[in-house]
C-alpha cells in the first residue's frame, strides 16, 4: 500500500512489492555498514519478510547485465524495492567503486524506465547515495516515469544516518506494508521522495501554466495558426481566414481532460491516473499563498 498528499489530493494506491534487490558498488574498506544492515535484512527475510538478493557491481558492464536481468525478472513477476548503495556527485552521477567507472544519472534513469515499464510501474526506488535526488532532473512528462515512488538525498549523507535508519525502514515496511509510511518515519528524515503521481500531477501543472494559459501560449499559438494555414495550402491569408485560424488554436489550446489522458498511459505505464482535470483546474484557480 502507498499513501500520498499533495496540494490537498490524497492519493490512495496498491503497490506491488515481493523482493528487496540491493545493489552495492563501494570500496571494499566502506563495506562493513552495508555488510552488517544485509545480515539484519536477511533475518528479516528469514523471520518472513520479503527476499533479499544483493548484487556486488564492479563496472558499467556488469551494471547494465544486472538491469537486463532484473527487467527480464520484472517481466515475469518481480517486483522490488531497488536499494542502491554507492557514493554519487552532482555532475558526474554514481560511482562504480571497483572500476573508478562514474555512470551519469541520464544513463541510470533509462535503466529504471525499462525497469519500471517491466515491472508495471510497481518499482520502488531507495538510492541510498549521495547527491541521488538529482537523478529526477532527467524525468520528462512525455516518457515513462522511471519509479513508482523513487526515495534520494538531495544533499550529501552520512554513513551513520544510512546505518541507523535503513534497517528501520524495511523493518517497518515489512510490518505494516506501508512504503510512504515507513519511509516518512526513517528515512525520510534526510531523504526526499518522488511519488509517480504526485510528479505527474505537478508536471501537468507545470506544462499547463506555461503552455496552455501562460507567457508561452502566444508564441505556441501563432506557431500553430502559421501551421494550420500552412496544412490548408493558404499563403495569403485574409483577416477572415486568419481570425478563423486564431479561433480554432485558441479552441483547441484550452486545457481539459484530454491533457491528462494524452499523457498518461506512457508517464503512468498504464495505471490510471488519481485525479481528474477538475482537481487540477481547482489547484490552477487557488490563490498563491501571500
Keep these: 500500500m502507498i499513501s500520498y498528499s499533495d496540494t490537498a489530493l ?6 506491488q512489492t515481493n523482493a528487496i534487490v540491493w545493489i552495492h558498488s563501494l570500496p571494499e574498506d566502506e563495506m562493513g555498514p552495508s555488510r552488517r544492515i544485509l545480515e539484519d535484512l536477511d533475518g528479516l527475510a528469514t523471520a518472513g519478510g520479503f527476499p533479499v538478493f544483493a548484487y556486488a557491481v564492479r563496472n558499467r558492464a556488469e551494471l547494465s547485465d544486472l538491469f537486463r536481468q532484473l527487467t527480464a525478472n520484472a517481466e515475469q513477476g518481480l517486483r522490488p524495492v531497488l536499494h542502491f548503495d554507492a557514493h554519487g556527485k552532482v555532475a558526474e552521477g554514481i560511482l562504480l567503486a571497483p572500476s573508478g567507472e562514474r555512470v551519469g544519472w541520464s544513463e541510470i534513469i533509462e535503466d529504471l524506465r525499462a525497469l519500471n515499464v517491466a515491472t508495471a510501474n510497481n518499482l520502488t526506488c531507495i538510492f541510498a547515495l549521495c547527491f541521488g535526488l538529482h537523478l ?3 524525468v520528462s512528462l512525455k516518457r515513462p516515469v522511471p519509479a513508482y515512488l523513487f526515495c534520494a538525498p538531495p544533499e550529501e549523507i552520512s554513513v551513520g544516518f544510512l546505518e541507523a535508519q535503513t534497517l528501520a525502514f524495511y523493518r517497518a515496511m515489512n510490518r505494516t506494508m506501508n512504503v510512504t509510511a515507513a519511509f516518512e518515519a526513517t528515512l525520510g528524515g534526510v531523504m ?10 505537478q508536471s501537468l501543472l507545470r506544462y499547463i501554466r506555461t503552455y496552455c494559459i501562460g507567457r508561452m501560449r502566444q508564441d505556441r499559438l501563432e506557431r500553430m495558426v502559421t501551421a494550420v494555414l500552412q496544412r490548408d495550402g493558404i499563403v495569403n491569408s485574409s ?11 485558441r479552441e483547441s489550446l484550452k486545457p481539459g481532460q484530454e491533457v491528462i489522458d494524452s499523457f498518461a498511459p506512457s508517464f503512468l505505464v498504464g495505471r490510471a491516473p488519481a485525479f481528474t482535470y477538475a482537481d487540477l483546474d481547482r489547484i490552477l484557480k487557488r490563490r498563491p499563498s501571500r
Excluded: N
Aim: proline letters at 0%.
Design 10 to 15: 490524497i492519493i490512495s494506491e496498491t503497490l
Design 136 to 138: 529526477y532532473r532527467q
Design 192 to 201: 526526499q521522495s518522488f511519488h509517480c503521481q504526485g510528479l505527474f500531477l
Design 239 to 249: 483577416s477572415a481566414q486568419l481570425k478563423h485560424a486564431r479561433h480554432e488554436i
